[in-house]
């Protein structure tokens, strides 16, 4: 067995009729066919500086690949890397946010990094800031007869109820607050395949004057808006969230419906990126010749009368960015650094990564789970992306949205993403690490002490949107058992 491990891997000859480059990163051959007598495809062979007879030049629009000198004006026309007109919406990092004039870590502090006294005497602060601003959240686990029939459907199991559980509850957040009436465009932000625009649709199908707009960075299929084509009032807009001036979009713009905006998967730093869109850039701010200060003063006090409400389920804190945080006054009055914020964030996966799962809780309690029936549904994988763009949606892809519902890019929001293993990791590097924090605290002490971390930050973006003139607080809708993301942001006009 060693023997055969040591030996090379051997290159199979090329396929009959297929060029003859192997591609080191694919570990195969060119698929496209070599030029005629020429073992080469007209590409690779313009590389090796083989004559086919007619010369090639490089794109100008990516200089990765090229095209034959006599066909450069029809290729440029048809380019897929070719720059494409950004929309009136689109507006280069608007939602980003700043550093607060703080020294922001980097790479980002996390409790591996911070030396053990200061974060034990950090984890006495955030006990102390939540029992002085937080306390214990009010339960409000509500739902919705739009979804009564889901519900109800004995084909489901746990794992596609839960689901339809957190989006009647969210909906019916919605009607507790007002919001479900006529002349009202529901904004639903990070919408993936738009499940809760579909059964929200349900709730106010006899209203007058509705429109919904569904906001998401990637490709998406199997869009449940689809359903709704001939009824021509939704819009899907496809651009990232730090790039979106509300105020230019066609649905928004030079109308007087009231803004629901609302949502289920805005993970970490995407909560911030929202909350700072729809309070904003609603109102026309012209920065065209104001400084920097004068057109943050106008921001801040922009007209915020078109809001009418904001549901956002609240999640991936251990996600979040000081820069795009939209927190960061309550932070700074708290004495708290943009350092000791990234170190609250990264303590917020204690709040999960203990967490078993409501498959693990229904066998500990003497339930049993049907194999068949507990199984991840599609609502999993709503942010998944895929290939390709159904006729008819509009796009801005400034920021390059391919790939999945959290894709790389050098957004605010995907800078995060390096750390989506953090709750798989932590377990096994913080015990070699800092054994002291884990000798000292046991995994339910963990477990409240990244939830309240968790409440922090949160109460940062209540306090943001009260500063702008609205109504705002956390709620626990829905029971644990289905999720430990159980927190909902509501915050209504006053």
């Known amino acids: 067995m060693s023997d055969k491990k040591k030996t090379p891997n051997i290159r199979p000859d090329p396929p009959e009729g297929s060029c003859h480059f192997y591609v080191e990163r ?66 280069q990092g608007i939602n980003s946010g700043d550093n607060g004039g703080e020294v922001v870590p980097d790479p980002k502090e996390t409790v591996l990094t911070m030396p053990q006294d200061e974060l034990e005497k950090l984890i006495e602060r955030v006990n102390q ?29 746990t794992a596609a109820i839960r689901h339809r559980k957190q989006q009647a509850s969210l909906i019916g957040q919605m009607e507790k607050l ?44 199997n869009k449940m808006d689809n359903l709704h084509k001939e009824e021509n009032i939704m819009d899907r807009i496809r651009i990232d969230i730090e790039h979106l001036r509300l105020g230019e979009v066609p649905s928004i713009d030079g109308n007087n419906r009231g803004i629901v905006a609302f949502g289920k998967h805005l993970c970490g730093p995407a909560t ?19 400084s920097e200060d004068e057109v943050q003063r106008k921001r801040l006090k922009s007209d915020c009368s078109q809001l009418s409400g904001a549901v956002i389920a609240l999640c991936c804190h251990h996600r979040c960015n000081w820069i795009p945080y939209v927190g960061k006054q309550f932070f700074k009055s708290c004495g708290l650094s943009a350092r000791d914020y990234q170190v ?60 999945d519902g959290n894709s790389d890019k050098s957004s605010m929001a995907d800078d995060s993403k390096n750390e989506n293993h953090e709750r798989d990791t932590t377990g096994v590097e913080e015990k070699d690490n800092n054994t002291r924090i884990y000798s000292k605290l046991t995994q339910s002490e963990r477990e409240v002490i990244g939830r309240k971390c968790k409440r922090l930050i949160d109460y940062g973006r209540v306090c943001y949107l009260r500063d702008h003139g609205m109504k705002s607080d956390l709620k626990i809708y829905i029971d644990e058992f289905y999720t430990p993301e159980n927190v909902v942001l509501v915050a209504t006009s006053n």
């Open 344 to 403: 609250i964030s990264s303590m917020s996966s204690w709040a999960t990564c203990a967490w078993k799962g409501w498959s693990y809780q229904k066998k500990k309690d003497g339930g049993k789970v049907d194999p068949d029936q507990d199984t991840l549904s599609d609502d999993d994988d709503e942010h998944m992306g895929a290939t390709g763009l159904d006729q008819g949606e509009i796009i801005a892809e400034g920021s390059d949205q391919g790939g």
């Open 129 to 157: 800031l939540y029992d002085e601003h937080i306390g214990e959240l009010s339960t409000d686990i509500l739902s919705h007869p739009c979804l009564k029939e889901e519900l109800n459907n004995p084909s489901y199991g």
């Open 178 to 221: 007002g919001l479900l009436t006529d002349g009202k465009c529901f904004l639903e932000m990070g919408a993936g395949k738009g499940q809760l625009s579909h059964w929200l649709h349900g709730a106010v199908v006899n209203k007058e004057d509705i429109r919904f707009v569904l906001i998401d960075r990637s490709h998406v299929r």
């Open 26 to 91: 694919k570990k195969r051959y060119c698929r496209f066919h070599p030029a005629k007598d020429v073992k080469y495809c007209a590409e690779h062979a313009s590389v090796f500086g083989v004559d086919l007879g007619r010369r090639r030049v490089t794109c100008p629009y990516n200089t990765k690949h090229t095209c034959y000198a006599d066909k450069l004006n029809h290729h440029m026309k048809k380019c897929p890397d070719k720059p494409r007109d950004m929309p009136a919406y689109y507006s």
């Open 272 to 290: 911030d990126l929202t909350l700072r869109c729809v309070t904003e850039t609603l109102a026309d701010v012209n920065e065209q010749h104001d």
